[in-house]
């Protein structure tokens, strides 16, 4: 397993336009987490699921925004009715319950509205 | 409400200097601790992970401390090379789900 996978690296969108993203974790991780970076910032947590649950919502997760995991495998990250502040870097990261719990990032999609 | 600060933000030194970065939590009440490299445009990489029951880790030149009481921790690189020049993230993971709340970094810069 080579880590964890995001797509796209990069989307370039105009506001009002939706959004996809895709994460993909380390196969035998039940965690998964989506963070958003913006630019001299540390990453902000959003959301994360255990298995297909998901468990917690930051309040910076606007009704604009859903996340799914629906097999408990890979994940999406939807944004409606994107906005120019939405433009950051979204992170995701996986990890296994229990134990230490060391999560794992994917290279991160650069999202740019326009 | 968990906030975590690192010091200094930015921090340019000569190659071979041994260097120390801090990170400072408001909340004594964390799982772990992790330390993460970031370099420009990309992704996060772990480097250290120390549990709230420990009070250090080591891989290689790096060297992370965790005072938990107090609230710090502390990354130590030994012999600085131009390769190490990137962001360097602190993060403590709380109880409930593990989420990480992050400090914004420090930027270090290894002049050859």
């Known amino acids: 397993d080579t880590g964890v996978s995001q797509d796209p690296r990069h989307k370039i969108t105009k506001r009002g336009q939706n959004v996809t993203f895709r994460c993909d974790p380390i196969?035998?991780?039940?965690?998964l987490y989506w963070y958003r970076q913006t630019l001299g910032q540390g990453p902000e947590f959003l959301t994360y699921?255990?298995?297909?649950?998901?468990?917690?919502k930051s309040r910076l997760l606007s009704d604009r925004f859903s996340a799914e995991r629906p097999k408990g495998s890979f994940s999406t990250l939807e944004i409606q009715r994107t906005e120019q502040g939405d433009s950051a870097m979204y992170l995701c990261a996986s990890s296994l319950s229990g134990g230490n719990n060391e999560q794992f990032f994917g290279p991160g999609t650069r999202l740019t509205v326009l | 409400k968990q906030e975590v600060t690192q010091i200094p933000a930015a921090l340019s030194v000569p190659e071979g200097e041994n260097l120390v970065l801090n990170c400072s939590f408001t909340?004594?009440?964390?799982?772990?601790l992790q330390w993460f490299r970031q370099d420009p445009g990309k992704g996060l990489t772990s480097l250290l992970l120390?549990?709230?029951?420990?009070r250090e880790q080591t891989s290689g030149r790096l060297n992370a401390s965790l005072d938990k009481s107090s609230g710090r921790s502390t990354l130590y690189i030994a012999a600085s090379q131009p390769g190490d020049s990137a962001t360097y993230l602190c993060a403590v993971s709380v109880w409930n789900g593990n989420k990480l709340v992050f400090g914004a970094g420090t930027i270090l810069r290894v002049k050859s």
């Open positions: 120390i549990q709230s029951s420990q």
């Open positions: 909340d004594s009440a964390i799982y772990n």
């Open positions: 196969s035998e991780h039940n965690r």
């Open positions: 699921f255990q298995n297909e649950a998901q468990l917690e």
